[in-house]
């Protein structure tokens, strides 16, 4: 899961409810700094992971922001602070997309309004092309942010089958701790074990945090996006087929979706491809001021 560098918002941001025609959402929003109607700042729509939320984009607010544009991150339907339905059929695909084109249509597309540039990281990639497919007329742009052509890899569908199981004979709070304990390593002679967390030297907050997220996530949207992670066909020639800019970005390495896979997705879409050095599957939290000049710089000649 990604890790936020940090949790406070930035002076330029500030944390709502944007109501839409499926509903309220919880976002992060720098918005138009004053400006309205045709002079107004360009809007990027950011679509999180599997398991993640809003703040994991939270280190691109301030360098997108300053670079011009309005920039909106979201938490999906079930997702952290937006809650919803106790039903896997509410989180099919094609829900979760149209859930991204009434944002859209919320934050001005449409009907004559000025198109949003759409983000989806991971999990949010597929969702995100999967809202582009229903039409692209809302969109001027599509980056997937470390998300591939279809399933995750062979290992990271057996991390997958595994939370899928323990989701259906433990709780939340349980199968979280049975994360944690997963994730420890033994520890100097004499000491106790630590978490990678713990390790790489995470604040205590973003940790707490962390938690605090996972436990408020509806766990059929986990079992249903899973189950897509898992499944999703390759759609890349379909999405080519749209008169649509397209960007992929990701870090060096990638266990979900190999890089040499991303670089083959690039190609197939005649993609803007961009690999932020140092990296692996957040570049967004992980080198966010590196990242949001490579959005940034897209966006820009999208823009014109």
């Known amino acids: 899961?990604?890790?936020?560098?940090?949790?406070?918002?930035?002076?330029?941001?500030?944390?709502?409810?944007?109501?839409?025609?499926?509903?309220?959402?919880a976002v992060h929003d720098t918005g138009d700094g004053g400006a309205a109607g045709p002079g107004a700042?360009?809007?990027?729509?950011?679509?999180?992971?599997?398991?993640?939320?809003?703040?994991?984009?939270?280190?691109?607010?301030?360098?997108l922001d300053a670079a011009g544009f309005r920039v909106v991150a979201v938490d999906g339907r079930g997702q952290f602070e937006s809650g919803g339905p106790r039903a896997e059929a509410a989180y099919a695909q094609e829900e979760l997309a149209r859930d991204v084109r009434a944002l859209a249509a919320a934050l001005g597309a449409g009907a004559g309004g000025r198109p949003v540039h759409l983000l989806g990281h991971?999990?949010?990639?597929?969702?995100?092309?999967?809202?582009?497919?229903?039409?692209?007329?809302?969109?001027a742009s599509l980056t997937v942010l470390s998300s591939g052509p279809g399933a995750v890899s062979a290992s990271q569908q057996h991390r997958v089958?595994?939370?899928?199981?323990?989701?259906?004979?433990?709780?939340?709070a349980q199968v979280w701790e049975a994360m944690r304990?997963?994730?420890?390593?033994?520890?100097?002679?004499?000491?106790?074990?630590?978490?990678?967390?713990?390790?790489?030297?995470?604040?205590?907050?973003?940790?707490?945090?962390?938690?605090?997220?996972w436990l408020s996530t509806v766990p059929e949207q986990l079992v249903a996006t899973g189950r897509q992670l898992r499944e999703e066909p390759d759609r890349v020639t379909e999405l080519a087929?749209?008169?649509l800019p397209f960007h992929v970005v990701s870090g060096a390495e990638d266990d979900a979706w190999p890089v040499p896979q991303l670089d083959a997705m690039a190609r197939?879409?005649?993609a803007r491809r961009t690999v932020v050095p140092g990296t692996g599957h957040s570049p967004n939290a992980e080198r966010p001021g590196e990242t949001a000049r490579a959005l940034a710089g897209f966006w820009r000649t999208v823009s014109g």
């Open 181 to 213: 304990a997963l994730d420890q390593s033994p520890g100097a002679a004499g000491q106790a074990p630590y978490s990678e967390a713990e390790a790489a030297g995470t604040p205590a907050e973003v940790e707490e945090f962390l938690r605090r997220r």
């Open 41 to 63: 700042r360009p809007v990027a729509l950011l679509l999180p992971g599997f398991t993640g939320s809003k703040e994991d984009f939270i280190g691109l607010l301030e360098p």
């Open 241 to 243: 087929g749209l008169a």
């Open 122 to 139: 991971s999990l949010g990639g597929l969702v995100a092309r999967a809202a582009v497919l229903l039409g692209p007329e809302p969109f």
């Open 161 to 172: 089958e595994l939370l899928l199981g323990a989701l259906s004979s433990m709780g939340m």
């Open 268 to 270: 197939r879409l005649g």
């Open 1 to 25: 899961m990604s890790r936020p560098p940090f949790l406070t918002l930035p002076p330029c941001a500030r944390a709502y409810r944007l109501a839409t025609e499926r509903g309220e959402f």
